[in-house]
């Protein structure tokens, strides 16, 4: 029959996942930490525990001849012959000096010391456990939710999923299990150890791996993805095997796959378009369902002038230029949209990059670019303020760093619209006096006016003559 040492050590070891070795290393430091807080205690020492719950502390001496100097860490060779026989000079003695008991507050010191074994064991047990499965997915279910991210357990690890990695338009509820993506294991620190997103573009990239076996088995390759979290994504895929279709092979039957994967994405579309060497022909596939006319590329560059009919701009653009921007970070190309009927005015110009298109964060639609900045980290946020001689004091939150460049940005807009004000007044006085002028008269320069003035006067005496005359 198990003594009650022996049954606290398996349910300890049995809650915490850890084996009753690591729960007696921890009884062990318990021990070596409450045997240090006594006076007088010595440094050289080892604790021993066994499974029973009886322990032991040793002092280690070495074996002098002669007069001993310092009696805590010496032993003289007559007396280490009562302990063993055959010890020699310079050997390791181990003299028994465990304390009859030890005081409230060593015991306190010892239950400390006990836990932070445990918790270390827990963490080194994690680490070990996830640290080979880092890109892959997980299911795990909600605990909390805060504003420093949402809690999720997985066993007896605990995840956590920063803002900056959930979808902006997915709120979760406690208790919900969820589809992650495992981004980073820390060994070290506070907290949870395990980092999860389901932003992250590979999360997607392993929901198809998962759902569609031609790609698990290399028969398809996922080329790039291009994702706006939440609301859009673009999957660009082709076949490794001859005569194989890779965008029907992701749809599948009645489009059955892709209705798995978008389940784990709702509300977010997701859009498969095949790749191809051909930059003209991989272009018009990633702007579809826009159909294309014709695709100009300028490889010195790196552009993409497209042709569209009339009816398709507002396709190819996409609201708030949604489709034309993930079509540029899906190809890596700049896409400039045109209409067909009037092709020298350029509908749109899109970068793979969000801020690549013209290097302002004013030049671009306001609804887009509050998209394009919510993808960037915090600190390129600050490197574009700091370009801009935008002032960033007092904010720390990634979304009021946001709102302050996009409101730096509408203010320089309307600067500029009032700056041009002037003008339009100006040149519109201008039209109307041109306006208001008969059309036979020529323009009456100085010299003539004054010639005028000069034969005026001259006539003047003549007229108040012949007025006299008449009276």
């Known amino acids: 029959m198990k003594s009650e040492f022996e049954l606290a050590l398996s349910q300890i070891a049995a809650d915490k996942g850890l084996t009753t070795d690591d729960v007696l290393e921890a009884v062990r430091a318990a021990v070596d930490s409450a045997y240090r807080d006594l006076p007088g205690a010595l440094e050289d020492i080892d ?9 032991s502390v040793h002092a280690n001496r070495t074996v002098v001849e002669g007069e001993v100097s310092d009696a805590d860490a010496e032993i003289s060779l007559d007396e280490a012959a009562t302990i063993d026989a055959e010890l020699q000079l310079g050997d390791i003695v181990q003299v028994d000096i465990t304390p009859n008991d030890f005081s409230r507050i060593a015991a306190q010191k010892a239950r400390q010391a006990m836990l932070f074994t445990l918790r270390e064991a827990e963490r080194s047990l994690v680490f070990d456990r996830y640290i080979d499965h880092v890109g892959e997915l997980m299911v795990g279910k909600v605990t909390r939710i805060d504003y420093r991210g949402v809690v999720l357990e997985f066993g007896h690890a605990e995840a956590v999923m920063p803002p900056g990695e959930q979808i902006p338009t997915e709120h979760l509820r406690l208790n919900q299990r969820v589809r992650v ?18 932003r992250h573009p590979d999360f997607v990239r392993r929901l198809f791996e998962r759902e569609i076996p031609e790609i698990a088995n290399n028969s ?28 029907g092979s992701c749809v599948g039957v009645r489009g059955a796959r892709i209705q798995n994967i978008v389940r784990d994405l709702v509300p977010e579309k997701v859009e498969i378009v095949e790749f191809s060497d051909d930059a003209t022909r991989y272009v018009g596939n990633a702007l579809s369902p826009a159909q294309v006319i014709a695709v100009n590329i300028n490889v010195e560059e790196n552009l993409a002038d497209v042709l569209v009919a009339p009816d398709m701009v507002s396709l190819a653009i996409g609201r708030e230029g949604q489709n034309s921007r993930l079509a540029a970070r899906l190809t890596g190309w700049r896409i400039n949209i045109r209409d067909a009927s009037a092709p020298e005015d350029l ?17 671009g639609d306001s609804a887009g670019e509050s998209a394009d900045l919510g993808g960037l980290t915090v600190a390129r946020l600050r490197e574009i303020a700091a370009e801009r001689e935008i002032s960033l004091t007092g904010l720390r939150l990634k979304a009021d760093i946001v709102g302050a460049i996009e409101a730096a940005a509408t203010t320089a807009g309307s600067t500029d619209d009032a700056t041009d004000e002037p003008a339009h007044e100006e040149a519109a006085a201008d039209d109307t006096a041109a306006t208001d002028a008969p059309a036979d008269e020529e323009p009456v320069t100085a010299d003539a006016a004054a010639a005028d003035t000069a034969e005026e006067a001259a006539d003047a005496p003549a007229k ?8």
Not at 187 to 195: D, F
Not at 223 to 235: H, Y
Not at 347 to 363: K, R, T, Y
């Open 47 to 55: 604790v021993h525990v066994d499974g029973q719950g009886s322990f």
């Open 464 to 471: 108040e003559e012949a007025a006299g005359d008449g009276d």
């Open 181 to 198: 993506y495992l981004v980073q294991v820390n060994e070290v620190g506070r907290g949870p150890q395990l980092r999860v997103s389901r």
């Open 347 to 363: 509908q749109l110009e899109a970068a793979p990059d969000p801020l690549a298109a013209d290097g302002d964060v004013a030049g």
């Open 220 to 247: 398809v390759e996922i080329v790039n993805i291009a994702r706006d979290a939440g609301v859009r994504t673009k999957v660009a895929v082709r076949a490794l095997q001859e005569g194989l279709d890779p965008v």
